[in-house]
């Protein structure tokens, strides 16, 4: 009878072990597609940012700063090491406040800004920080949800021994880009 109560223990246990393991790879495995999600939305807006460049140039040639800085900080951005998520996140940053001032220079330019294509890739560029704030709050989530179960007993033991590691949030470094913007008239 001891027999038997010993190795329905044992085969308790193996079954929460394995039920751990599998939430651990879930929580994986959504961490990796919240990134995908993030990795897709930087690569569209990459993607629009020539267009959006070579309109503005047409309008604005002697703006030269502001072009050179967004071209710059996009191939900053898409030389980041694939798995670098802070370093992405600092890149991506920086190349949201270049494009800012790109936008404030072309607050300058009427023709500019009535122009229907640029009004055109403004708006899409808008869908697309929409939808990467969405990818980033789904991403961050997930690794939270991974990170608890890593740090958590007792699928801390399991973590440990299947070697599941936290994951970096991504998150806003510049203290400039959480300020509440400042808007005159």
């Known amino acids: 009878m001891t027999t038997w109560i010993i190795l329905g223990l044992l085969v308790l ?15 994986r495995q959504m961490v990796e597609e919240g990134w995908s999600g993030i990795d897709v939305q930087l690569k569209r807006r990459a993607d629009l940012i020539p267009n959006l460049v ?3 140039k047409g309008y604005a040639a002697h703006e030269r700063g502001a072009l050179e800085e967004v071209t710059e900080m996009r191939a900053r951005a ?5 798995g670098d998520v802070a370093g992405r996140a600092q890149a991506e940053g920086m190349l949201s406040q270049a ?11 009427p023709d500019l800004k009535a122009s229907t294509n640029f009004q055109d890739l403004h708006a899409s560029l808008d869908g ?10 789904y991403y961050n989530g997930a690794v939270r949800a991974l990170n608890v179960m890593v740090e958590s007993f007792p ?16 998150e806003i470094e510049d203290d400039a880009d959480r300020a509440v913007p400042k808007v005159s008239f």
């Open 13 to 27: 246990i193996a079954l929460y072990v394995i039920y751990l393991y599998n939430q651990l790879v879930t929580k």
């Open 54 to 56: 070579e309109t503005v």
């Open 78 to 82: 898409a030389n980041v090491a694939p």
């Open 99 to 109: 494009l800012g001032r790109l936008f404030a220079v072309a607050e300058a330019y």
């Open 128 to 137: 697309i920080e929409n939808a990467l704030q969405m990818a980033r709050r």
């Open 155 to 170: 699928s801390n033991l399991i973590a440990s021994q299947f070697k599941f590691e936290k994951r970096e949030y991504f």
